[in-house]
């Protein structure tokens, strides 16, 4: 049997920490993967189902029962690679992020599809060793054909593969390494387990979602003529594109009335939520920042953004997660795999209108927070018929569907897709104004009263001042071996500077210094030593230093 849908009590013997109690969907799943006599196993779990902490207490099980030696860990962006990290190192096991081999203190290592795409023959298993890869959504090997031939020549020699999906499809046509499908590569994508929204809801470990949907009218001008339109209007192709740049141009007042109810709607779920956040979905870099102009002027406070070009960006979402700032901005950094529970509200203000997407955004909003009772996610979205189709049936779970290609094996694609917009100089956009025309339901209230959030708004009070902000949680996340060894490193430049200094006062090469040291550590090279070595290693030149021999 190769797909479960659903959870049921197992029996299977799990070890997990003190205090870390394993879902009954995740110890159902990892039943089926012991019984399972293939090197694949599949998982299509809903964001906020626990996908991750499943994924840690198998590797976990797997190395104490020694089913295997070691674990590589493969994930969409460093950030989603660093949450893999510390999610193991509360379990006792370290991964290496920086080395091709991992350092001696570490079981493996992590990375991302990108880097390994760059170098698989340098990340390529070892034989001798049983390694468990685990691929964190895996339809992200599907971006390039690169990264996908890069998988199979780096992981072809795995003991046992697990693969791991939230969004199990892609908007695309190429097919996901290692996934069986129907017809060969072609056809509907197989999961030997799945867990969907809907059982997520059932057994609470999801919150409900709503997605109050806005209409417009927009005007804007093109080679000299003017269009009006909302979004219930027909339009070609490229005036719809116009379309929906108009609407969402942030200067526009249907932008602006959007945020103004979202940021409305986050001060009343902070009454009884105080650390409730919201984020907003942006189109680019320029356009995230003029979408957080108008919400400082909506809220009265400079919002976080998170935008690729930032070299600061993972900090600052590491930040946002354990503060208490009510908004982030962002275009995709803060859409998929990125777990920050508290956040409450969502305004999709984005051109990219794929499901795939659209349901990562959807995934940000479902995570539970312990202890409170009215937990549900509220996204706002344009009209737009695909979006509204796409909150309609979300709880519809959708396998990646490979299209039957044409006689040249090529897959026919229409010239210019849906979400593209022209940017030629001839656009210019008049205005903008919304309203709302109505709330999408994607599961039951979780109110104790059993109303949802819009049947009791009214009794609110929405001059209700903004809860003062509560100081942010000591760090609960532990600190990772790599961090350790980063800070020795550079403590100073303390090793570097002290092979320097042997270097001057002795005129020993750099390279006899670095060879003395290895062959007295027994590795071949600084990275593969340990925390311990590393310390070891910087008294040794100390003493070298002093002495003026080794």
Known sequence: MRCVVGAKKTTTRIRVPRGFKPRDWA??????????????????????????????????????????????????????????MREMATWGVHLDPENLRESRDCVGRVMTYQR??????????????RT???????????????WGDGLRLAFEGASRRLLLSGTPFRSDNNSIPFILYTQGQKGTSISDYTYGYGEALRDNYCAP?????????????????????????????????????????????????????????????????????????????????????????????????????????GQRIRDFRRGTAPWIVSVKMVSEGVDIPRLRVGVFLTNVRTEMFFRQAAGRLVRLV?????????????????????????????????????????????????????????????????????????????????????????????TEPEPPPRPAPPPDEPTLLHEQKEFVRRKGGRISSLVRQIHLAHEVPYNQVHAVLNRRQKVNSQAECTLEQLVERERMLERWLSKGSA
């Open 27 to 84: 110890r159902e799943a990892y039943a089926l993967y012991l019984k399972s006599d293939q090197k694949d196993f599949s998982v299509n779990a809903c964001p906020g189902a626990g996908k991750t902490k499943f994924a840690v207490m198998l590797a976990f099980n797997e190395l104490h029962r020694g089913a295997v030696d070691r674990v590589d860990i493969v994930g969409p962006s460093t950030h989603i690679c660093e949450q893999w």
């Open 370 to 462: 312990e202890g409170l009772e009215d937990q549900s996610g509220y996204l706002y979205i344009p009209s737009i018929p695909r979006l509204v189709s796409f909150a309609t049936d979300l709880q519809r779970e959708r396998n990646h569907f490979i299209e039957n290609k044409n006689k040249e094996g090529l897959v026919s694609l229409p010239l210019l897709p849906e979400d593209e917009e022209r940017e030629e100089s001839d656009y210019r956009f008049l205005g903008s104004r919304g309203e709302r025309r109505g709330v999408i339901e994607s599961g039951p209230p979780t109110d104790a009263r059993g109303q949802t959030f819009f049947d009791f708004a009214a009794e609110l009070v929405e």
């Open 116 to 129: 390994l795409g760059m170098d698989p023959k340098g990340f390529q298993l070892l034989p001798g060793r």
């Open 209 to 313: 979602l709503y997605f109050p949907h806005h209409d417009g009218e927009f005007e804007w001008e093109r080679d000299g003529e003017t269009y009006r339109a909302d979004f219930e209007k027909a339009l070609s192709r490229s005036r719809a594109a116009d379309r929906m740049r108009t609407a969402l141009e942030p200067t526009g007042d249907y932008v602006r009335g959007m945020l103004m109810e979202a940021h409305r709607h986050l001060r009343e779920i902070r009454i009884n939520h105080e650390e409730a956040a919201g984020i907003v979905f942006g189109r680019d870099v320029e356009n995230v920042r003029a979408l957080a102009d108008v919400l400082h002027e909506v809220s009265g406070q400079e919002p976080v953004t998170v935008t690729v070009d930032d070299p600061d960006a």
């Open 132 to 146: 468990l890869v685990i691929l964190d959504e895996i339809h992200h090997a599907g971006d390039s054909r690169s």
